[in-house]
């Protein structure tokens, strides 16, 4: 048996999604985009 750590009451699984869809996607004034951060990731790599 697995022990519960939280104590925070449970929440609805629609009412948490419903909170993650209304997140800004990016910060319009955030330089650091959410393509350089796939770039980071994932750097192109070329294969000759």
């Given at each position: 048996m697995?022990?519960?750590l939280?104590?925070?009451p449970?929440?609805?699984p629609a009412d948490?999604?419903?909170e993650i869809?209304?997140?800004p996607l990016e910060n319009?004034?955030?330089i650091?985009?959410?393509r350089d951060h796939d770039q980071v990731?994932?750097?192109q790599q070329n294969f000759l």
């Open positions: 697995i022990p519960k939280s104590h925070s449970k929440r609805n948490i999604l419903e869809a209304a997140l319009n004034k955030d650091f985009s959410g990731l994932y750097p």
